[in-house]
């Protein structure tokens, strides 16, 4: 066994004079016959079917955990679209086929985008991964060509309630349904005498995916102090802040019943509070499932949606913060837990039953997680068993030239000049 770690740090921008460090760890653990697996993480390696599926979208960052995850099971053939012609996933030798047309002007051209790939080849499922694909496609189905081949998606007002945090807070309160105090607000009239107890959060009505909009106010001259110092964009909601730990579930549903879930907590985290969590613990919480089951149902839900929760040290009780109505930045750690949902999800669209399948209770830590343990602990470098059963490492092993791309690509960004 060979391995070749490659570490990038302390590189500035020095026009932006950037506080962050930038590493990066690859360990090339390279055997005569492949990789190793532990048997016990070994799951739907084979497919019970060879399909072809068509992923919309490309552009987003998601691609490359749902690639990713696909790419475990033989059989299965990748066709990506995209508007970002230099996207490194281009260069995968796990998609078969990467098609670029220039960003649409509209939904409408999206869809013929689309749909001039879908004449271009045989494609047996059609799955986007994000708000965009998804949302435009659950507009514009009717003019998608072989719309029967759409994985499962929710109604358009139920997508809607979903991804907007102030139509999430009154269907919460509606369906008694455990989540924090919110206020939504349309102007600063009433901001001089906030009913809730300090610290508070406020968060955009949509969008602010991975932490990026929400503020933390800690006393009513923070909150005079900043909206006398910010231009503030409305509507906004301000939402009690709650005691304790992040905690998630990720969901694929048929009609409000839940077909495969995952439940994560968070135990490393990322540059400030507020951003996804770099480290995760897999386990299983009753009380918190029950909460999900009720949610899902009270939405009818149909397709794949990341729960956002955190629990409560003060009444005992996990809360639902908000919902991400698409693929998830964790997507590569449910599947190395036991659960592909991104194959789940092609296998619902094709009619081919499965059971509720079960995941492991295991510790999972992506690249940055890497990096941020790496530092402090360098000998960290020597658990290879971790490394390459409990983070995303397996994938570039099998697939390296995408991410020495984007490697490159980064130090390029952050070189002046």
Not at 221 to 230: A, G, R
Not at 288 to 316: E, F, P, T
Not at 350 to 375: C, H, Q, S, V
């Amino acid at each position: 066994m060979c391995f070749i770690m490659v570490e990038v740090l302390h590189l500035k921008d020095n026009l932006n004079a950037l506080k962050k460090n930038i590493f990066v760890i690859i360990y090339f653990a390279l055997f005569s016959n492949g990789i190793k697996r532990n048997s016990r993480l070994i799951y739907m390696r084979k497919s019970l079917k060879n399909f072809s599926v068509m992923i919309p979208g490309g552009e987003s960052n998601l691609l490359t955990y749902v690639v990713n995850c696909l790419s475990e099971i033989k059989g299965v053939k990748i066709y990506a679209l995209s508007n970002n012609k230099n996207d490194f996933v281009r260069k995968s030798r796990k998609v078969k086929n990467f098609s670029y047309y220039p960003k649409a002007a509209n939904e409408t051209e999206w869809v013929s985008n689309l749909n001039e790939e879908l004449k271009k080849f045989e494609i047996d499922v059609i799955m986007p991964i994000d708000e965009y694909g998804i949302l435009t496609l659950i507009k514009n189905k009717s003019i998608l060509l072989q719309n029967s081949k759409l994985v499962l998606l929710p109604e358009l007002n139920t997508f809607n309630t979903a991804n907007n945090k102030g139509l999430l807070s009154k269907h919460l309160q509606s369906f008694q349904i455990p989540a924090p105090k919110t206020i939504l607000y349309n102007t600063t009239d009433d901001l001089s005498t906030l009913p809730l107890e300090f610290p508070v959060l406020m968060k955009p009505f949509e969008g602010g995916g991975g932490g990026k909009g929400i503020i933390l106010l800690k006393d009513s001259l923070s909150v005079k102090n900043f909206f006398s110092s910010n231009k503030v964009e409305f509507p906004f909601l301000i939402q009690s802040y709650i005691q304790g730990y992040d905690i998630d579930c990720s969901v694929l549903c048929k009609n409000g019943k839940i077909l495969a879930f995952t439940i994560q907590k968070g135990i490393l985290q990322g540059d400030s509070e507020f951003e996804p969590n770099i480290g995760l613990e897999f386990l299983h919480e009753k009380e918190l499932y029950i909460v999900v089951k009720k949610l899902v149902k009270s939405l009818n839900w149909s397709g794949i949606a990341h729960i956002d929760m955190r629990y409560d040290v003060n009444d005992k009780t996990f809360k639902v913060i908000e919902i991400n109505p698409r693929f998830w930045e964790t997507t590569e750690a449910s599947e190395i837990a036991g659960v592909n949902f991104p194959y789940l999800y092609c296998l619902e669209r094709l009619d081919i039953a499965f059971g509720k399948p079960e995941y492991r209770n295991i510790k999972f830590m992506d690249l940055r997680g890497i990096g941020k343990t790496f530092r402090n602990n360098k000998l960290f470098l020597f658990k290879i068993k971790f490394l390459l059963r409990n983070t995303p490492i397996k994938y570039y092993l099998k697939d390296p030239l995408p991410f020495l791309n984007l490697i490159r690509d980064k130090i390029r960004s952050l070189l002046p000049g």
